[in-house]
């Protein structure tokens, strides 16, 4: 009998134990997600930026700018050496120039990358985007477009990945809505070779770029643009990093 109760009582220190342990894991725990701000997996169905989670603007050759842009967040090039047009253009953040944050940061998006390009779709090819309504899912094109309105429709917990195998390009005046709890931080475009975001658009989203990435003069932009073997060239754009 005082066997029993021993093994019983060493039983529930163990359980006990393991409980207060698990609750307190952090990375590849799915502990807190929901709200978690550092590298933990947000939500389950999302790609992990790693220490890029901290870059609005990362280029590989040089990021170039003209005009009053203003981003919230930082800026990286890698292996580069060239950050121009800063002044005008404002940063709240850091501008990181071939150090080794920036080197980090693109190896980070490149596990991103391949994350992302890896989902299998759960919708058919899409190619242009104006008009529709989507819910959360896998899309696909070998190019993709928008030109009028794109509408993206879930609650906090919903990822949207787009997948161009070549290009993303956004018409001048274009927007993207988030409808309901959707949020932009959730919303990734990965782009084969270079995305062009048109003037004065409105655009919501990561952008990932495998070459370039261009935004147009008055494009405002709601996410990140990390282009991983090209250039990033702003102009007169407001850039934010997404709230998680």
Not at 210 to 235: D, F, K, P
Request: proline share 3%; hydrophobic share 40%; glycine share 12%.
């Amino acid at each position: 009998m005082m066997k029993s109760k021993t093994g019983l009582i060493l039983l529930t220190f163990i359980v006990l134990i393991f409980l207060a342990y698990s609750g307190t894991g952090t990375s590849g725990s799915f502990i807190n997600e929901k709200n978690s701000t550092d590298n933990v997996l947000r939500i389950k169905d999302a790609p992990l930026f790693g220490s890029a989670d901290n870059f609005t603007v990362l280029a590989y050759s040089t990021v170039t700018n003209s005009g009053a842009t203003a981003i919230t967040g930082d800026i990286g090039v890698s292996p580069g050496t060239s950050v121009i047009g800063f002044p005008p253009g404002t940063v709240n953040g850091t501008i990181h120039v071939a150090d080794a944050a920036a080197a980090q940061a693109q190896l980070d998006v490149t596990i991103a990358y391949n994350d992302a390009a890896g989902r299998i779709p759960t919708a058919p090819d899409e190619v242009t985007l104006g008009g529709r309504t989507l819910a959360a899912g896998v899309y696909h094109g070998g190019t993709l477009s928008l030109t009028g309105t794109l509408t993206l429709t879930g609650d906090a917990n919903a990822v949207w990945i787009f997948q161009a195998e070549s290009t993303l390009d956004t018409a001048d005046g274009s927007q993207i809505v988030l409808s309901g709890d959707a949020k932009a931080a959730n919303v990734y475009w990965k782009v084969g070779s270079s995305a062009t975001l048109g003037a004065n658009s409105t655009f919501k989203g990561n952008i990932m770029a495998y070459a370039s990435i261009t935004v147009n003069s008055g494009a405002n932009l709601e996410g990140r643009v990390l282009a991983q073997t090209g250039a990033v060239t702003l102009n007169a754009n407001t850039i934010t990093k997404p709230n998680p």
